[in-house]
């Protein structure tokens, strides 16, 4: 399904959410991101409030891989269909390679893509391992990879916690990183690297 149509009123609603709860959220270094190009924006997975923050700070419409059950969970299942995410399936090797090369048509027609590479939320702020796939789905695409920081949300609302605390959330952009920059788990880990450092500098000036 085309979730196009849909994209302004979701980023609306999603600026709704953090802002009712008391979430500022900032965004700094859209200025890297070339208009009309197709990324990978590689995240750190923080909380069940990234999706709401993640969302409205891409500026191009996006979509993401997201576990075949998720789909049938009340009203985000119903969410996630109406904008298109790609449902893939654990330990379906055949499925999920047809699920890459959906999201690599997706990506030559002018969407871009999420990917949290670790896999899971942190429970300490530091960052995981990073897995290959969503870089495995850069090079079949052709498409450079953005590391995304989000810095600040896990004092907003930390993993296993669904308390909201109001407060300030910096989302910031680094410098694309060309997909023949090596292979997957080069790209991995030099994503890795630079959403680090982002963590570790935060906004300067702020």
Same mark, same amino acid.
């Given at each position: 399904?085309?979730?196009?149509?849909?994209?302004?009123?979701?980023?609306?609603?999603?600026?709704?959410?953090?802002? @009712?709860?008391?979430?500022?959220?900032?965004?700094?270094? @859209?200025?890297?991101?070339?208009?009309?190009?197709?990324?990978? +924006?590689?995240?750190?997975?923080?909380? @069940?409030?990234?999706?709401?923050?993640?969302?409205?700070?891409?500026?191009?419409?996006?979509?993401?891989?997201?576990?075949?059950?998720? +789909?049938?969970?009340?009203?985000?299942?119903?969410?996630?269909?109406?904008?298109?995410?790609?449902?893939?399936?654990?330990?379906?090797?055949?499925?999920?390679?047809?699920?890459?090369?959906? *999201?690599?048509?997706?990506?030559?027609?002018?969407?871009?893509?999420?990917?949290?590479?670790?896999?899971?939320?942190?429970?300490?702020?530091?960052?995981?391992? +990073?897995?290959?796939?969503?870089?495995?789905?850069?090079?079949?695409?052709?498409?450079?990879?953005?590391?995304?920081?989000?810095?600040?949300?896990?004092?907003?609302?930390?993993?296993?916690?669904?308390?909201?605390?109001?407060?300030?959330?910096?989302?910031?952009?680094?410098?694309?990183?060309?997909?023949?920059?090596?292979?997957?788990?080069?790209?991995?880990?030099?994503?890795?690297? *630079?959403?680090?450092?982002? @963590?570790?500098?935060?906004?300067?000036?702020?």
């Amino acid at each position: 399904m085309n979730g196009r149509r849909y994209d302004k009123w979701g980023k609306f609603v999603c600026r709704r959410v953090t802002g @009712l709860a008391g979430v500022e959220v900032r965004q700094h270094g @859209l200025d890297k991101l070339g208009p009309g190009e197709s990324y990978i +924006f590689a995240i750190n997975h923080v909380s @069940l409030l990234d999706l709401f923050v993640v969302f409205q700070s891409i500026p191009y419409f996006h979509r993401s891989f997201q576990d075949e059950s998720h +789909f049938k969970i009340p009203v985000y299942g119903g969410c996630i269909r109406v904008f298109g995410q790609v449902p893939v399936r654990r330990n379906d090797k055949e499925f999920n390679r047809r699920a890459f090369d959906k *999201a690599a048509e997706m990506l030559h027609s002018g969407d871009s893509f999420v990917v949290f590479p670790e896999g899971h939320r942190t429970r300490d702020g530091r960052l995981g391992k +990073f897995y290959p796939g969503g870089f495995r789905l850069a090079k079949l695409a052709g498409v450079p990879v953005v590391p995304m920081a989000l810095k600040g949300l896990r004092n907003v609302c930390p993993a296993g916690d669904w308390r909201i605390r109001p407060g300030r959330v910096d989302v910031i952009f680094g410098d694309p990183i060309s997909h023949e920059a090596g292979t997957p788990e080069e790209l991995a880990q030099k994503s890795r690297a *630079a959403l680090n450092e982002l @963590l570790r500098k935060g906004v300067t000036g702020s």
